[in-house]
C-alpha cells in the first residue's frame, strides 16, 4: 500500500508491504490507523489487521481465526472501536 498525497507533493510511501493480498482499507481518524483485511473471495479465508504507522512493523491481527471470515473493516469515528462482519 502506497498511498499519495491529493495534491502528489511528496512522493508515495510503502506503508503496507505483504505478499498477500490487501483490501478494504481504512484509515483511522488520526490518519495513522490502518485497518485492512487479508484474503480474498468467501470462506474462513479473510482475516482484519491493524497496523499503527509509525509505531507498528508488522499488522496485529484483530480477528484471524481459520473457523470464520471477517471482512468490512472499519474504525469508529472517535478511533476506539474496530468494527467488521464475521461469519
Do not use: N, W
Not at 488520526?30 to 489487521?49: I, K, Q
Not at 484483530?62 to 464475521?86: K, L
Request: charge should be negative; charged fraction near 20%; include cysteine.
Amino acid at each position: 500500500l502506497m498511498p499519495q498525497r491529493a495534491d502528489c507533493s511528496a512522493p508515495p510511501q510503502t506503508v503496507l508491504e505483504d505478499a498477500r493480498s490487501v483490501h478494504a482499507i481504512s484509515y483511522g481518524p488520526d490518519g495513522r490507523t490502518l485497518v485492512y483485511r487479508f484474503g480474498v473471495g468467501t470462506g474462513a479465508s479473510r482475516d482484519v489487521f491493524t497496523k499503527r504507522l509509525g509505531v507498528d512493523t508488522a499488522g496485529t491481527p484483530v480477528s484471524a481465526s481459520p473457523a470464520f471470515d471477517e471482512y468490512a473493516p472499519d474504525i469508529s469515528p472517535d478511533g476506539r472501536h474496530v468494527v467488521y462482519v464475521s461469519t
